[in-house]
Nanobody, 120 residues
Framework: QVQLVESGGGLVQAGGSLRLSCAAS????????MGWYRQAPGKQRELVAV???????NYADSVQGRFTISRDNNKKTVYLQMNSLKPEDTAVYYC??????????????WGQGTQVTVSS
């Protein structure tokens, strides 16, 4: 009913930058919060950054000042600009959207994930 497609992951050296994108499509009435999460091997999935429809953003302490989340409501797309990347940022990054999505009322959907690898 709803698809989230991420792009922009890849391999980068420490100190480099990447920009992730996540576009939502399908049966969408409204999207409230969009966010990025990540999961490193052997670790639990953790929040990276979230942004409300009104563009209020919150970040994990570990990325504050280095990552910037933004969204284009018209395009139903959320972005994550990642600067000053560190090896510990290596993980699969997942996009999440919450709102009036699909036919089941309020729901959340996840993207398939995109790999980010930061070499030292």
């Amino acid at each position: 009913q709803v698809q989230l497609v991420e792009s922009g992951g890849g391999l980068v050296q420490a100190g480099g930058s990447l920009r992730l994108s996540c576009a939502a499509s399908g049966i969408i009435f409204s999207i409230n919060t969009m966010g990025w999460y990540r999961q490193a091997p052997g670790k639990q999935r953790e929040l990276v950054a979230v942004i409300t429809r009104g563009a209020t953003a919150n970040y994990a302490d570990s990325v504050q000042g280095r990552f910037t989340i933004s969204r284009d409501n018209n395009k139903k797309t959320v972005y994550l600009q990642m600067n000053s990347l560190k090896p510990e940022d290596t993980a699969v990054y997942y996009c999440k959207a919450e709102g009036a999505l699909g036919l089941g009322g309020y729901a959340d959907y996840w993207g398939q994930g995109t790999q980010v690898t930061v070499s030292s």
